[in-house]
């Protein structure tokens, strides 16, 4: 069964613009969350999306905003774009339910902001 | 106390040996533990989930749970170099009972199997 995708795999912006990364889980799968991983910092939760609500989100400032739609994809949105915010940016699907089997990532978005 | 803190590394083991990598944590994240590898240049990937205390067996790899002690670990047997890779422990805090999609990270551990 497919995995989960994301697109573009790479994205160079300049500062002050803005950026929108898209994320399709496996099938069947409610629940989309956010990560961003760099060097300095690891990985940190961005947001968790489960039909179509928001659920829960992380220290992030709100230049950072997501949403999902009816048939699970979601999308993450950057603006006003920092040199900071280059990283690679990874989505993550589950089930969502009360059981939980275990989150499986995208190959993620490399953001590069120059 | 960091919410998932793991051992520094990093580890380098011989091929054929077993890797031991640890895993503490804080009460906030305190119901679903998961061990991801991750290959440079690549995204994570689900080795193992624990979810209660004791040990979980899969192959080469052992996940091990203490809730009183507030660790868990990873054992991978008959390594191999091609095992080497950064190893991220993540811990779940649950809410309710319902799943909230929000894994806190240690820095991970960086693990080469040498022949």
């Known amino acids: 069964k497919a995995g989960v995708t994301q697109t573009p795999r790479y994205l160079i912006k300049t500062r002050g613009q803005q950026v929108t990364l898209s994320c399709s889980p496996i099938s069947g799968h409610r629940s989309v969350s956010w990560y961003q991983q760099t060097p300095g910092q690891g990985l940190q939760f961005l947001f968790e999306y489960f039909s179509e609500t928001q659920r829960n989100k992380g220290n992030f400032p709100g230049r950072f905003s997501g949403r999902q739609f009816s048939n699970s994809r979601s999308e993450m949105n950057v603006s006003t774009l920092e040199l900071g915010d280059s990283a690679l940016y990874l989505c993550?699907?589950?089930?969502?339910?009360?059981?939980?089997?275990?989150?499986?990532f995208g190959s993620g978005t490399r953001l590069t902001v120059v | 106390q960091k919410e998932v803190e793991q051992n520094s590394g990093p580890l380098s083991v011989p091929e054929g040996a077993i890797a031991s990598l640890n895993c503490t944590y804080s009460?906030?994240?305190?119901?679903?533990f998961f061990w991801y590898r991750q290959y440079s240049g690549k995204s994570p990937e689900l080795i193992m989930s624990?979810?209660?205390?004791g040990d979980k067996e899969d192959g080469r790899f052992t996940a091990q749970l203490n809730k009183a002690s507030q660790y868990v670990s990873l054992l991978i047997r008959d390594s191999q170099p091609s095992d080497s890779a950064t190893y991220l422990c993540a811990g779940e805090q649950n809410a309710g009972g319902t799943s909230y999609g929000k894994l806190t990270f240690g820095q991970g551990t960086i693990l080469t199997v040498h022949p």
């Open positions: 009460d906030r994240v305190s119901q679903s």
């Open positions: 624990i979810y209660s205390n």
């Open positions: 993550a699907s589950s089930r969502g339910g009360q059981t939980n089997y275990g989150y499986t």
